[in-house]
């Protein structure tokens, strides 16, 4: 799953989806990655008013992952981010390799 615009509403969207798949299919069943890259990076920093829910998420296994080169053009540093998040170099490239690889590409 994609997340490129901060919108607080839009990412409960995206956590809820990410928990409604791993209800409906099994958590153990699948691999659910969502990639914040733009604004959509807000919600995944210290000051995130959805920590929490990022947190729940991560706690179930989603794999959440920052986009570096947003957080260079933000000057962000991996302090300033949410605890176990992982990282890649350019959160595009990231969604990109992930479909080659046969992932389902959900941009809700």
């Not at 799953?1 to 607080?8: A, E, H, K, R």
């Not at 209800?23 to 969502?34: C, K, M, P, Q, R």
């Not at 296994?61 to 080169?69: F, H, K, P, S, W």
């Given at each position: 799953?994609?997340?490129?615009?901060?919108?607080?509403t839009h990412w409960r969207m995206v956590l809820n989806n990410a928990r409604n798949v791993q209800?409906?299919?099994?958590?153990?069943?699948?691999?659910?990655?969502?990639v914040a890259f733009?604004?959509?990076?807000d919600m995944i920093t210290q000051k995130s008013t959805?920590?929490?829910?990022v947190r729940e998420s991560i706690a179930a296994?989603?794999?959440?992952?920052?986009?570096?080169?947003t957080m260079k053009v933000h000057k962000l540093t991996r302090d300033d981010m949410l605890p176990s998040l992982d990282y890649?170099?350019?959160g595009i490239v990231e969604v990109m390799v992930r479909q080659q690889q046969g992932f389902i590409y959900v941009h809700p």
């Open positions: 799953m994609q997340v490129s615009d901060g919108d607080p209800t409906h299919l099994g958590a153990s069943n699948v691999d659910i990655e969502i733009g604004p959509g990076l959805l920590k929490d829910r296994g989603v794999r959440i992952v920052a986009c570096e080169n890649v170099e350019a």
